[in-house]
């Protein structure tokens, strides 16, 4: 693997973390337009599901680039559809850019074979 790969893995990690807020603010107004007269769910539905898409884009484009296993690529996106998985996926996918970031500065300075 490789810096783009580094790179795809950082994109994916942008959007997990405001994608679960949004998760958890999306159920919250729910249960407000439930209980009260406030009625935020069209609002924060509309931005949830711009920051799903942009997820599922990025999870796709990162899976392809890191050449995950199909479990890898399931977990990924199973976190996506759980409350706190966002914080869970851009906790793992921190560690495994800067991962690939020391590998890839490894290989340039040539101190691991490739």
């Known amino acids: 693997m490789d810096i783009k ?3 795809s ?5 942008l959007v997990s973390a405001p994608e679960a807020v949004s998760f958890l603010l999306l159920l919250v107004c729910s249960v407000l ?4 007269e406030f009625n935020a769910v ?3 539905g509309m ?4 920051l799903f898409v942009l997820y599922v884009i990025f999870w796709v484009l990162a899976w392809n680039r890191a050449k995950w296993g199909l479990a890898t690529a399931a977990f990924y996106f199973v976190l996506s559809v759980l ?3 966002g914080f ?6 921190r560690r495994a850019a800067e991962a ?14 490739a």
Do not use: C, Q, W, Y
């Not at 869970?88 to 996918?93: G, N, Q, S, Y």
């Open 33 to 36: 337009k439930r209980t009260t």
């Open 88 to 93: 869970v996926a851009d906790r793992k996918l």
């Open 100 to 113: 690939e970031v020391i590998a890839s500065r490894a290989r340039r300075e040539g101190t691991v074979n």
């Open 9 to 13: 893995l950082h994109r994916l990690r």
């Open 47 to 50: 931005v949830h599901g711009v």
């Open 42 to 44: 069209p609002v924060m």
């Open 5 to 7: 790969t580094a790179s």
């Open 83 to 85: 409350p706190f998985g």
